[in-house]
């Protein structure tokens, strides 16, 4: 990239990180430790922190969700400012960033659900995964959802983590979600829903599902719950066995597969179905979900099979969201970078960057986000003296946020807030529990301030 003179030391340096989920708040601690900024700011979407170990992280993982407190590091660093309930390419744009700060890092991550494309997937009862997880997490901006009152069946297409948290919330008993983060008007809703029978659709084997053992292992060691797997699914090809003989994570997986498809029904009152080699072709209903079609995707034989059913979630995977200012890969759901230095147009953005999974997609684990954020923390480091100088001073973008009518969330008030959900999990024998409404979110912190 063109280089450009160093300035002056006495000239403050300043970054914006936008994003605070595990992927902007690794790169916030990268940053930390390179030492080479006055001040950073964070810009979160959401009136709280964490992104998706708060609002993609299911409540009976508490575990899991208990990495908030390594995240929550940096943003208690004296450097760094904390500003939620701001949406960076609405309510201030990526030029009003450019211009106040030497570097933006974006990672925002990807809110939306790939689609099936296939008819009547826009019935009511059709969902994608997010919006059951924004839901039952309690994101402020979930959708409304109201299970159909008369559930039998649900089927999640899918064959990853996702999935099998969908498939175990809907199923487990809820008096076992009470002790949770989880919303009470979620609880309530499980707890009254009258599903019996949850099937999860898998378009290859057993051999190449993307479950990890642990998660498998829980929907095995739920209560009340039988397991239905088809052996006929686990006839496997010769690659296939050759795979589990030279993988032990699939050896694994395939033998709990095989262990539950010998496994005497209990006669629970719920069950937990896996099919393999099967695909959706359409979703039946007039005005709701009324079923589904799935087709064989191996040439076995195996007849068509229409299931039942009054919900169905797509499982299949995030997609990304553009960014208005910034370049978007539609065919990726990416921003496009190399070394994490967005890319538009052939040419790099100077002092613009990239991480997480708007940058390679929706991949990895939680805890893939620090390696990738530590690369694109080494990126800002080596261009640092070589950028152009910022378009304006540093401002404090609070005043045009304010004169913009946007409340913008300090650190102190999600302390507050904070402090509110731990106080209610008390009072109810549970974890701290999510204040998922934007309106009781400003109604705590003001009362804080009072």
Not at 376 to 395: C, E, F, I, K, N
Request: aromatic share 4%; charged share 25%.
């Amino acid at each position: 990239m063109a280089t450009h003179p160093a300035r002056a030391q006495s000239v403050p340096r300043c970054a914006a990180v936008v994003g605070a989920g595990p992927a902007g708040l690794y790169a916030l601690a990268a940053l930390l430790k390179g030492d080479a900024f006055d001040h950073i700011d964070v810009f979160e979407a959401a009136p709280a922190p964490y992104g998706l170990v708060r609002y993609g992280v299911a409540p009976d993982h508490p575990k899991t969700r208990n990495i908030s407190r390594v995240l929550a590091r940096g943003l208690e660093h004296d450097q760094v400012r904390f500003l939620g309930n701001v949406t960076v390419g609405e309510d201030i744009s990526i030029d009003d960033l450019r211009s106040a700060y030497d570097v933006v890092v974006v990672s925002t991550g990807m809110l939306g659900d790939r689609s099936l494309n296939i008819p009547g997937e826009d019935l009511s009862g059709s969902l994608g995964a997010s919006e059951l997880v924004a839901w039952y997490t309690g994101h402020p901006e979930a959708k409304p959802i109201e299970l159909p009152a008369d559930l039998r069946t649900a089927t999640v297409i899918g064959a990853g983590n996702v999935a099998l948290d969908v498939a175990r919330i809907l199923t487990k008993h809820p008096s076992s979600l009470r002790p949770t983060s989880m919303p009470r008007h979620v609880v309530d809703a499980l707890e009254a829903n009258t599903l019996t029978d949850v099937h999860i659709v898998a378009r290859r084997g057993p051999a190449q599902v993307k479950f990890t053992s642990p998660e498998l292992h829980e929907i095995g060691d739920l209560d009340d719950i039988d397991l239905v797997v088809d052996p006929a699914d686990l006839v496997l090809s010769p690659d296939d066995e050759r795979t589990i003989a030279e993988d032990r994570r699939t050896r694994v997986l395939v033998e709990l597969f095989r262990e539950w498809s010998e496994r005497p029904l209990r006669g629970a009152p719920r069950r937990i179905h896996l099919h393999f080699w099967r695909r959706p072709t359409a979703i039946t209903g007039t005005q709701r979900v009324r079923g589904i079609e799935l087709v064989r995707t191996r040439d076995d034989g195996a007849p068509p099979l229409s299931l039942p059913t009054e919900l169905v979630i797509r499982a299949i995977g995030y997609r990304g969201r553009e960014v208005p200012g910034l370049p978007f890969d539609p065919d990726t759901g990416t921003i496009p970078s190399s070394d994490g230095r967005v890319i538009a147009d052939g040419e790099v953005m100077p002092g613009v960057y990239v991480t997480g999974w708007l940058r390679r997609g929706p991949t990895g684990v939680i805890a893939t986000n620090r390696s990738d954020a530590n690369e694109v923390a080494a990126s800002v480091l080596a261009d640092l003296d070589s950028l152009p100088p910022r378009t304006g001073p540093h401002t404090d973008l609070s005043e045009l946020l304010a004169s913009r009518e946007i409340r913008a969330i300090s650190w102190d008030d999600w302390l507050r807030l904070e402090a509110h959900e731990k106080a209610e999990g008390q009072a109810h024998g549970a974890d701290p529990i999510v204040v998922h409404d934007l309106k009781t979110v400003l109604e705590v912190i003001a009362r804080g301030d009072e």
